[in-house]
């Protein structure tokens, strides 16, 4: 009888949650392609400097526009810069404002996006200043919020967390909009699902339905939203550098390395090519990564 | 291997003697349609438009009626889990139609429902154990180790190994899906189950085992059925009495033999003569009355008697006046100008 099949099945062990997902994400190649060039990355940027001991700002007029060589590694810049100690020096701060900034706009755009879709009273409000924040003319308000911020904040947490928290704010409130705006899709759908409606008639508080119901079903829209504002946060990290707003021309990172390079490439076109490289494999393996989280996560997907 | 209990006997008629567990009194339920720019309300459709039944304890009552004639709205906020638009629900006695908060919390352990869709109504991310516990650990009546144990108790109750604690939903079958549900349903004890056409998503083969394992589960916990459905035979099979539904009303609720025999609605009638019976004699004699027309939408019913667009006895009297819900033979209610006459 098809409806017995599994009560024949040999007896399986307790297994944790964790170890499933464990075993199926060691089961996804390209995530394990994406963690081993991921965490080569990091490694490198935090190793790196200890063992390629150059000052990435320190200038060697004798060597600018350096070629590949075994004191330059990379080369130089016009200005005689070492290009590999400037890559691994922008690759901290760069990556450092990629997550922090990423994981900013995705708490803001999820928490937005669930409370809009789930709850119906604060939808309007919610989804009209989400509206709004996609309206905004973001260049001359980020212009504003930075002139008006930056003293006040360099002066009282030093130049360079200053900087960067202003910076890593100033992205993540300006780019959690669409991520919310999927995630009340995504939601909308989820609370018509029946189990949902089992939940209410349980008596499953409202707070508990969202964190247990709804939250684990929208995760793919938030996976696919994180790897891609990791890109995105490093990529505007670096027009901000390039307007001048961004972290102080003697501070490197990849964007600002790229936009750089870019009036050289004629020149030296590795000044493009490495920091362009370092974002894209970084977002790739990022991405990667994600799918084989969201896979793994999905005990539909997971194979058990 | 659990045994199925063997095809139950006729139902037992409840004597209308035990006392009425849940009574509604002209309950209704109007979805409101919003249109425009500024989202203004346009209309409603009365899903559920003015129904009075009573069920008593331990009795099952049959829903029956076409799809989108409002039977799943109506269980559905019987259960508290649509506010209704009017009317009274009273549960015991007591009106549960404005209860809220942590009242209706608790007001819950004694109602439940199964569900139709089995896959949809089990979370695809929970174990069975988490689903099936979940109303324990909300209501804090277990936890721990006695948690896990009531859970395995619940899972042997409606067949299933205690094995598949640690199973997701996509790996069974669509009955002992169903089983899951109707598992977590009984957690928390409760008196009454509305059950929303709990079989119509399963294999033929299947669907019996699961109406036997309800009223296996009824005979031995006590329970009060609200059995939804769009399968006569079904109904027949597990219901006392059985209510027919309408675009959002009920116009017939009688015993199930006496409607069986002898449907007195011009609308009971022509379903009836629909449905295969599985009595060969009286499949030789069954008469067929074909339907013409469209069921009218629900934002929109007929004037009258809202049969009348499709009635085949209907005359002007009808499209004037709404017929009366009249009982005319004892505990055989019905809402028709003419019923009886011929
Ligand atoms: N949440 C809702 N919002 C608006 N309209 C609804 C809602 N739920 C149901 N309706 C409408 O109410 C009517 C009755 O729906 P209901 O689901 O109760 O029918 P049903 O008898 O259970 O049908 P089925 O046999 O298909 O399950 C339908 O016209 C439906 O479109
Ligand atoms: S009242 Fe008239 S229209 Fe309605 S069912 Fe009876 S005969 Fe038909
Ligand atoms: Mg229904």
């Known amino acids: ?304 | 291997m659990p045994t199925e209990p063997a095809m139950a006997n006729a139902p037992v008629h409840s004597d209308s003697a035990t006392p009425v567990l849940l009574e509604v009194e002209n309950l209704a339920k109007h979805f409101p349609i919003m249109r425009g720019v500024f989202r203004r309300q346009v209309g409603s459709v009365r899903a559920v438009d003015g129904v009075d039944f009573q069920i008593h304890e331990r009795e099952t009552l049959g829903l029956v009626g076409e799809s989108g004639c409002g039977k799943s709205t109506a269980g559905r906020v019987i259960l508290r889990l649509y506010d209704p638009t009017a009317g009274r629900i009273a549960f015991r006695g007591e009106d549960i139609g404005g209860v809220r908060g942590e009242s209706l919390r608790r007001l819950r352990q004694s109602m439940q429902m199964v569900f139709q869709d089995p896959q949809d109504s089990l979370n695809p991310r929970m174990t069975v154990g988490s689903i099936v516990g979940e109303p324990l650990v909300e209501h804090g009546v277990a936890k721990g180790t006695a948690l896990d144990e009531r859970v395995d108790e619940l899972l042997n109750a409606v067949g299933l190994s205690a094995r598949f604690a640690n199973r997701y939903p996509h790996e069974f079958s669509g009955g002992q899906r169903q089983r899951i549900g109707i598992a977590r349903a009984l957690a928390l004890e409760p008196e009454f189950i509305v059950c929303d056409e709990p079989i119509a998503a399963l294999d033929v083969s299947i669907q019996a085992q699961v109406v036997n394992l309800l009223q296996d589960l009824q005979e031995r916990l006590g329970l009060t059925y609200l059995f939804i459905s769009h399968d006569l035979a079904m109904v027949r099979h597990i219901a006392d009495r059985v209510a027919v539904m309408y675009l959002g009303k009920i116009v017939e609720l009688a015993p199930s033999d006496e409607l069986y025999r002898e449907p007195l609605h011009p609308y009971t009638r022509a379903l009836m003569s629909a449905a295969p019976v599985h009595d060969p004699e009286l499949e030789a004699a069954r008469e067929r009355i074909i339907l013409t027309g469209d069921v009218p939408s629900p934002a929109d019913p007929p004037p009258g008697c809202r049969f009348s667009t499709r009635c085949p006895m209907a005359t002007p009297e009808c499209s004037a006046r709404e017929p009366e819900w009249r009982e005319l033979r004892p505990g055989h209610r019905v809402a028709c100008h003419y019923a009886g006459d011929a």
Do not use: C
């Open chain 1, 1 to 304: 009888m098809a409806e017995q099949t599994y009560q024949d099945a040999p007896l399986h062990e307790h297994r944790s949650l964790w170890m499933d997902v464990w075993l199926a994400f060691r089961n996804h190649k390209g995530a394990l392609v994406g963690v081993g060039v991921f965490a080569f990355i990091v490694l490198a940027v935090l190793l790196g400097p200890f063992l390629h001991g150059i000052d990435p700002q320190y200038l060697d007029i004798q060597a600018r526009n350096a070629p590949v060589s075994w004191s330059h590694p990379l080369g130089t810049d016009n200005l005689g810069r070492d290009m590999l100690a400037q890559m691994l020096a922008g690759g901290r701060i760069s990556l450092a404002v990629g997550f922090t900034a990423m994981l900013l706009s995705l708490v803001l755009g999820t928490g937005v996006g669930v409370l809009a879709g789930y709850f119906k009273r604060l939808d309007g409000l919610l989804m009209r200043s989400t509206d709004l924040f996609l309206a905004l003319p973001l260049l001359p308000l980020l212009l504003v919020i930075i002139m008006l911020f930056r003293d006040t904040l360099r002066a009282a947490l030093g130049p360079e967390t200053g900087i960067f928290l202003l910076i890593v704010f100033v992205i993540g409130i300006t780019s959690w909009m669409q991520t919310a705006r999927i995630v009340r899709g995504e939601v909308l759908a989820i609370k018509e699902r029946e189990f949902v409606t089992a939940a209410r008639s349980i008596g499953t508080r409202e707070r508990r339905i969202v964190a247990r119901h709804v939250l684990p079903n929208v995760m793919s829209p938030i996976m696919v939203s994180a790897t891609l504002g990791i890109a995105n946060a490093i990529i505007t990290e670096s027009a901000l550098s390039f307007l001048g707003l961004g972290f102080p021309p003697d501070f490197p990172t990849w964007g600002r390395l790229l936009f750089d390079g870019a009036n050289f490439i004629s020149i030296t076109p590795a000044r493009v090519i490495w920091p362009g490289l370092a974002i894209s494999l970084t977002v790739l393996s990022v991405n990667y990564i994600g799918d084989g989280l969201r896979d793994a996560l999905d005990p539909r997907l997971r194979g058990t």
